[in-house]
């Protein structure tokens, strides 16, 4: 044993090799970003050449099987590995030439490339967010709160039994704060 030490990437057992679809309705910049990432993540990490080429035939595997074009993962490459000094000089021509606005619409396949470029003439850097999909219409992670239970509100309330109308500031949850004025209501001390 020579004592060194030898790095690679570790993937846990349940790990699926499942990158973003090349088909899929996002920006070609953002895909080609998951292939300069997962390249300069080899060529950073690992110092092993036959290791380095290992990993990186595994990334291109990959993304081929997930509809990835020859040149994208040959651009996502050769940028993973430009020189420091490179990209050094384009932040200092960045910084000469600040956009003179911003403006941020949502993605549309196509025509959002358009945009970019007919933006850029008048030297307004677009960029894009994503749209509303239906994914976003159909998923929620969280079952929605009744409003008794929200926390932080402010509420307007008739009350049933005096007939006097409440408006205040909680930072307790609605249904807490009704209790508690049921149970001044049962004392006769209103609040």
């Known amino acids: 044993p ?4 030898t790095t690679d990437v570790f993937r846990k057992e349940t790990h699926t090799d499942h990158y973003l679809q090349w088909s899929s ?3 070609v910049q953002q895909k080609l970003g998951i292939v300069r990432t997962l390249m300069h993540r080899a060529n950073t990490l690992i110092q092993d050449h036959a290791l380095r080429e290992a990993e990186k035939d595994r990334v291109r ?17 050769c940028n993973s590995k430009k020189k420091k000094g490179a990209k050094d000089s384009n932040q200092k021509k960045a910084q000469e030439q600040p956009p003179a606005s911003y403006a941020v619409l949502p993605y549309m396949k196509g025509i959002s490339e358009r945009l970019k470029c007919a933006f850029a003439k008048h030297n307004i850097s ?13 998923v929620s992670p969280k079952d929605p709160l009744s409003p008794s ?8 309330v008739t ?3 005096c007939g006097e ?10 249904g807490e704060r009704s209790e508690e004025h049921q149970k001044s209501m049962e004392r006769q001390d209103c609040k």
Do not use: M, Q
């Open 165 to 174: 109308v409440y408006v205040g500031e909680t930072e307790r949850s609605l």
């Open 149 to 156: 239970e929200k926390c932080g509100v402010i509420y307007k």
């Open 25 to 27: 309705n996002h920006p």
């Open 61 to 77: 595997t990959a993304l081929r099987n997930c509809g990835y074009r020859e040149w994208a993962l040959k651009e996502g490459d």
């Open 159 to 161: 009350c049933e039994v």
């Open 126 to 138: 677009l960029f894009s967010k994503p749209g509303y999909t239906l994914r976003n219409a159909l």
């Open 2 to 5: 020579d004592n060194s030490i």
